[in-house]
């Protein structure tokens, strides 16, 4: 090698070994703060109703409204949040079974609803209306050279299975992960009124504050949880369960991160890092990284990776829905195909929402294992998951599940939410052993600008 290659080679190296240290910053140790912020938990003992269907059970943890800009009455705003609870649940119990027919997919007002998609690794959410995806152009072919470059393979030649575990710890994680559970008979989920995260058992019961702060992409690994911690400036956060003790993993800005065999795979601003779970060592993925893409919204089997291409917080660029997949073997990034967004491995099914335009795009479950591609007529705008047996979505206020090839929708959601709700509420689902969950959130605004936040938290029992 010539001495002027190698002053290069050798400057290239101290840039990004200085790079590194720098979105790395410090592994250190925090106590946990103490913000003497009890408010009291305000459980309500789960009310159990059943149909010719499934056993329904509704409790409720954490709700309630967040004002933003204006002051108002906590108390009065708890008393009319129960109202609405033990009002609804009355009128629930003398209503009568009835058959559940296809509704109308579109929410009421989704021109105006903002959907958020994914966040980037600076942080930052894109988001994007129904009125302007349908304007999006999807046409299949039209590559751009930066995804045209990348080697091919169809999604019906793929050979990749997770188990029941993992289709629902992607399922969740597809979902901004609120909510996760330790495949033990717990679930791990953020209060984001009273902006805590908490343990409880799957039915609610034995309900413990964990740590104070709100967090999403919540993962449990050998007793300790993950999270990016909402309330300090977005840091991933590692809490044992246990102690209670957090630690700070990272805090310089970035997007999602997945837990793996190897480490934290973390989206970040220098490129995707794996961080290693003892030590604080990192590397980074040199096929993700430093290209014209990136890549969001990650689900995961023992040997791949798939995800969204995105450019940034470009949802134009996101709603073409290229799909790839990182070959951890091969050490390479694949194509798969376009017009297939927000991914997720279950089993042997690949779901995602598929089409040639926006406009047409609805939930497909393809079965890699059968070569099928079956579209469930939906386009599912509060997610969908999956165990890798059967597939639940929303369709506007309706649950929805597809199992053994019959597509039924099995359960109104309004009925078991607080009339704060409305009828537009956004909704999060997740998974664990006998149980749905959702999360539902409604923003009120007034001249633009979002006056209060409610929420509130639902499970119902899916197991016959």
Not at 309 to 318: C, M, P, S
Not at 361 to 378: F, I, K, N
Not at 397 to 407: E, K, Y
Request: net charge negative; hydrophobic share 35%; with cysteine.
């Amino acid at each position: 090698m010539r001495k002027n290659e190698k002053g290069m080679e050798k400057g290239e190296n101290a840039v990004n070994d200085k790079l590194l240290k720098e979105v790395l910053c410090e592994y250190v140790a925090r106590e946990p703060e103490a913000l003497d912020r009890e408010r009291g938990e305000d459980v309500q003992e789960p009310g159990v109703r059943l149909n010719r269907r499934m056993k329904r059970t509704f409790w409720y943890y954490g709700g309630g409204r967040k004002k933003i800009f204006a002051s108002g009455c906590i108390c009065a705003a708890a008393a009319l949040l129960a109202a609405g609870i033990y009002g609804m649940q009355a009128r629930q119990e003398q209503k009568k079974d009835r058959n559940i027919t296809l509704a109308d997919s579109v929410p009421q007002d989704a021109d105006n609803v903002q959907y958020e998609v994914y966040m980037n690794h600076y942080g930052e959410e894109a988001v994007f209306s129904y009125a302007s995806a349908q304007n999006e152009s999807r046409t299949v072919g039209a590559l751009p050279e930066e995804i045209a470059v990348l080697p091919e393979e169809s999604w019906d030649g793929f050979s990749v299975h997770t188990d029941t575990e993992t289709a629902i710890r992607n399922s969740n994680y597809q979902n901004f992960g609120y909510l996760c559970a330790d495949g033990e008979g717990r679930i791990y989920y953020s209060d984001l009124t009273e902006r805590a995260v908490y343990m409880s058992n799957e039915d609610g019961s034995g309900r413990t504050k964990l740590a104070d702060g709100a967090g999403n992409y919540l993962q449990e690994k050998d007793g300790n949880l993950y999270y990016t911690a909402l309330d300090e400036d977005g840091a991933i956060m590692r809490l044992n369960i246990a102690t209670k003790e957090k630690t700070v993993l990272m805090d310089a800005p970035h997007g999602e991160f997945l837990l793996t065999e190897e480490g934290l795979l973390i989206n970040a601003e220098s490129g995707v890092l794996l961080l290693d779970y003892e030590g604080g060592d990192a590397r980074i993925i040199e096929a993700m990284s430093g290209m014209d893409w990136q890549p969001a919204l990650f689900t995961a089997s023992d040997g791949t990776i798939l995800f969204n291409a995105v450019q940034g917080t470009d949802a134009g660029y996101y709603l073409r829905g290229y799909l790839l997949c990182y070959d951890k073997s091969r050490e390479e990034v694949l194509y798969l195909g376009q017009g297939m967004m927000r991914p997720l491995l279950a089993g042997s099914y690949l779901l995602a929402i598929k089409g040639e335009s926006v406009k047409e795009a609805s939930l497909h479950v393809m079965d890699m294992a059968a070569g099928t591609d079956t579209d469930l007529g939906v386009w599912p705008y509060d997610g969908f998951v999956s165990d890798g047996d059967a597939v639940y979505y929303t369709r506007g206020g309706m649950l929805g599940r597809f199992r053994d090839g019959v597509n039924e929708e099995i359960m109104n959601l309004h009925e078991q939410e607080s009339e704060l709700m409305g009828q537009a509420p956004e909704r999060y689902l997740y998974l664990a052993g006998d149980y749905l969950y959702w999360l539902s959130r409604r923003q009120v605004t007034e001249d633009g600008k979002v006056t209060e936040v409610f929420y509130e938290w639902h499970s119902t029992r899916i197991a016959e």
